[in-house]
């Protein structure tokens, strides 16, 4: 019902930034937030940002808190991440998800459409 494309992924100098993207495609309106993960090397997939689908309230995870910004672009369809001030533990694949649950979901099983992923690399 829902398709998702990150995009905007690189290698980046500590302090540098950049911006990933994730095209929408499909059913929208069951959509309750669109949030970003990321899984590093022998990580877990964690929590990142997420904005809900009605209101466009965001949240963060407290790591990136000042330092990344979750938006939408409704009339192309996409959801954003800027990330500024890169650390090198920001490196990890980057994924857009989709939750339909109601609230503020932050957890990975309360998200039911995922993206592919994109690679973030943040040297020191």
């Known amino acids: 019902q829902v398709q998702l494309v990150e995009s905007g992924g690189g290698l980046v100098q500590a302090g540098g930034s950049l911006r990933l993207s994730c095209a929408v495609s499909?059913?929208?309106?069951?959509?309750?937030?669109m949030g970003w993960f990321r899984q590093a090397p022998g990580k877990e997939r964690e929590f990142v940002a997420a904005?809900?689908?009605?209101?466009?309230?965001?949240f963060y995870e407290d790591s990136v808190k000042g330092r990344f910004t979750i938006s939408r672009d409704n009339a192309k369809n996409t959801v954003y991440l800027q990330m500024n001030s890169l650390k090198p533990e920001d490196t990890a694949v980057y994924y857009c998800?989709?939750?339909?649950?109601?609230?503020?979901?932050?957890?990975?099983?309360?998200?039911?459409?995922w993206g592919q992923g994109t690679q973030v690399t943040v040297s020191s």
């Open positions: 904005i809900t689908w009605s209101n466009a309230i965001t």
């Open positions: 998800a989709a939750s339909i649950r109601a609230g503020y979901p932050k957890r990975d099983r309360e998200y039911n459409y």
């Open positions: 499909g059913r929208t309106l069951s959509n309750y937030a």
